[in-house]
């Protein structure tokens, strides 16, 4: 079935770093990919999105890019603050069904 | 703007007993769903709301029930809760005719099952 896989945190970085967190995919065709961010205390939210190959994702200095060669969606930040520190997922939708499958998440913490 | 409210925002059972779940959005959102999210697995999907009127199961419905009251409100029913139904839930909404991916969501409610 369809599925994804982030990697395991937490991701501890200082202020300032570069971050990447991978994503990877398994679908039977080609989804929509997504990454939402949770802040502590809050609900999801969505962060940034791609729907085919190559495309790149962004919002808030985040950015992500559609691999279909290496099925991977991995999101990006050249510089990290303090207030990212958030759980971050990755998500795939199959043919706009009302089915968003998402990762198991992964935990960055920014330090001063 | 209030846009998903939860109800409540912790609760603890006994096993067994039964309870609801109450979720209201003010975004005339069309679309509305249950997530449960468990350590190391993220968020499933529970039941969901394609419009008002209907429902569908998700991912694991098994123990729960749903009722779309009206285009606000959404609620999940634990008729008989389990020790395994101890998780956090979030309910959330989306617009627009058709699946739409920008989901927002309530802030959560923590449920423990004894």
């Known amino acids: 079935g369809n599925s994804v896989t982030q990697m395991e945190g937490p991701v501890t970085l200082s202020e300032e770093a570069f971050l990447t967190i991978n994503c990877t995919y398994t679908?039977?065709?080609?989804?929509?990919l997504f990454w939402y961010v949770q802040y502590p205390g809050e609900g999801l939210q969505l962060l940034l999105k791609a729907t085919k190959a190559d495309d790149k994702g962004s919002n808030k200095g985040f950015e992500a890019t559609y691999r279909k060669e290496t099925t991977s969606f991995h999101l990006e930040k050249g510089s990290v603050q303090v207030s990212d520190s958030a759980v971050y997922f990755c998500?795939?939708?199959?043919?706009?069904?009302?089915?968003?499958?998402f990762g198991s998440g992964t935990r960055l913490l920014v330090r001063p | 703007n209030a846009g998903v409210t939860q109800t409540p925002k912790f609760q603890v059972l006994k096993t067994g007993q039964s309870m609801t779940l109450q979720c209201a959005q003010d975004m005339n959102h069309n679309s509305m769903y249950w997530y449960r999210q468990d350590p190391g697995m993220g968020l499933r999907l529970i039941y969901y709301?394609?419009?008002?009127?209907?429902?569908d199961k998700g991912e694991v419905p098994n123990g729960y029930n749903v009722s779309r009251l009206n285009k606000r409100e959404f609620s999940l029913r634990l008729e008989s809760a389990a020790p395994s139904q101890t998780s956090v839930y979030f309910c959330?909404?989306?617009?627009?005719?058709?699946?739409?991916?920008?989901?927002?969501f309530g802030s959560g409610t923590q449920l423990s099952v004894l």
């Open positions: 679908a039977t065709g080609y989804p929509s």
């Open positions: 998500a795939l939708n199959m043919d706009s069904s009302y089915k968003l499958i």
């Open positions: 709301s394609a419009s008002e009127g209907t429902t």
């Open positions: 959330a909404s989306s617009g627009g005719t058709g699946f739409n991916e920008k989901l927002f």
